[in-house]
């Protein structure tokens, strides 16, 4: 499936997107519904209504002698109304509307006279709110009565109340009535537009914090994920909605059977090379009591390779617990200068390739930092290669530690495994005394001082062990 190029990968920006859109929609279509029902029902009652008024209306002003009707038009509209009584001005725009013949409505297709173009208003005008209504009202009443809007500067409207049949004589009418249109407002849009920005922009914000709601517990998980691989396990809080909830607590149940699990090997680990050297000292007793040479040679060996073993067991237990470590600043620079000169002095073909001048400090344990660049500088000189050159360079506020011998390395596929506790590369690393657990210990060691531990070949072909430590100031 062909991925949406821009589409966030954000859960949190996703969800606010969709309901977003979701919003978006529901409101056009809410506008569409409205504005259906607005010309299909609303519009038609109160064209209904109106030409049913104005019919009501104008039947009551027939019945009012002529020199009364004026009087009763204002007393009946409060004055707001007039009517007039003689010919009406040149400046109206009026639509008749009547029953007529195929041949009438020939006629008046084919009429151009004045008042019967279309006319533009100002804008804000009431009159173009109110053109589309004149035009249904006129076509409502179709008994011949006239409706019309001025065109002058005073916006007003025209109703006919005498019906006339002969749309070419306007001089038969002469009583109309004037309804004023300055007191009336057009809708204010404005206020309409911005109440609708901050409705949907309060819909927004809402949805925003939804989505931060349902996935900040998410984050957190995402984080503690990533802690724990780093060697740093936390626990984290349950919140929000209940799957996530249920997962917080999933992943907390995790932490604890991962932390029993690693009390168990722990103490399996610690318990056996303790339990272990008891016959082991008094394998050195009666080895050391026996005449055979031959034997006594042979057993030496063996002895010796488990009691390697043994010290392994030991350095990897210390080691993987960080909760052992005491950790304070220290410069690495004349730190690495010394380790590296004991194996030297030893007369080991151990050699420190470069120092920068900078100093760097780290925080770290001294005592774990040693046993983890003793354990890969013992693991070079074994399984790989003489020389072994100790490298240290300064990036991105990071120190990088290198160890590199001139053996054959460790092919890429197999890198990871050569990470784990107990793997071991090839079977004649028993004849050794290996159990495989140097790099995993080295690797324990750097996650505990928040670094890196990398694999790759070196430029002679050999094994390069990269380790990056975050600096201090």
């Not at 519904?33 to 104005?54: A, C, F, M, P, Q």
């Not at 038969?172 to 849009?189: F, H, T």
């Not at 995402?222 to 724990?228: F, G, S």
Request: net charge positive; hydrophobic share 40%; aromatic share 6%.
């Amino acid at each position: 499936m062909k991925k949406i190029k821009f589409w966030p990968r954000s859960l949190r920006l996703q969800m606010i997107l969709m309901m977003l859109g979701t919003i978006i929609l529901v409101q056009a279509g809410s506008l569409s519904v409205g504005n259906y029902l607005k010309e299909r029902y609303t519009e038609d009652v109160v064209i209904s209504y109106l030409s049913t008024s104005i019919r009501t209306l104008r039947a009551a002003v027939s019945q009012v002698p002529a020199e009364n009707r004026a009087k009763f038009i204002e007393e009946a509209s409060q004055k707001k109304w007039r009517l007039w009584s003689r010919q009406l001005p040149q400046d109206t725009r009026f639509t008749q509307s009547f029953r007529s013949t195929p041949a009438d409505q020939g006629r008046s297709s084919n009429m151009h006279g004045p008042g019967r173009d279309r006319h533009d208003y100002p804008s804000g005008d009431i009159r173009n709110s109110l053109r589309n209504l004149i035009n249904h009202l006129n076509r409502e009443l179709n008994d011949g009565t006239r409706v019309g809007l001025s065109r002058g500067e005073e916006p007003r409207i025209y109703i006919s109340l005498m019906p006339q049949l002969n749309e070419n004589d306007n001089t038969v009418i002469r009583e109309w009535l004037v309804i004023p249109l300055d007191r009336i407002e057009p809708p204010n849009i404005e206020a309409i537009i911005i109440a609708w920005l901050s409705i949907n922009l309060l819909l927004i914000a809402l949805a925003a914090g939804f989505a931060w709601h349902i996935t900040r517990p998410l984050t957190r998980l995402k984080t503690a994920a990533d802690q724990l691989a780093q060697g740093r396990p936390e626990r984290v809080t349950p919140a929000g909605p209940t799957e996530t909830r249920v997962l917080g607590e999933s992943f907390n149940a995790m932490l604890d059977a991962l932390e029993e699990a690693k009390v168990v090997q722990q103490t399996l680990l610690a318990g056996l090379p303790h339990d272990l050297k008891s016959p082991l000292a008094r394998m050195w007793l009666r080895l050391e009591m026996t005449d055979d040479l031959s034997l006594k040679e042979g057993m030496r060996n063996d002895v010796q390779d488990m009691q390697h073993m043994i010290d392994q067991f030991i350095g990897y237990v210390r080691g993987s617990d960080p909760g052992t470590y005491t950790l304070a600043k220290l410069e690495l620079n004349t730190w690495l200068d010394e380790r590296v000169s004991s194996w030297e002095g030893a007369g080991s073909p151990v050699f420190l390739k470069h120092m920068p001048a900078a100093k760097a400090f780290v925080n770290a344990d001294t005592l774990a930092l040693g046993r983890l660049l003793d354990n890969l500088i013992s693991n070079a000189l074994k399984h790989g290669k003489p020389p072994v050159e100790v490298d240290m360079q300064m990036e991105n506020r990071q120190a990088v530690i290198s160890v590199c011998d001139h053996g054959n390395g460790i092919p890429p596929e197999r890198r990871t495994e050569a990470l784990r506790a107990f793997s071991r590369l090839d079977s004649a690393r028993t004849l050794t005394g290996s159990v495989g657990l140097g790099l995993a210990l080295a690797n324990s060691i750097v996650k505990a001082h928040h670094g890196s531990l990398e694999l790759r070949n070196s430029e002679t072909g050999g094994l390069h062990v990269k380790i990056t430590l975050p600096l201090v100031s």
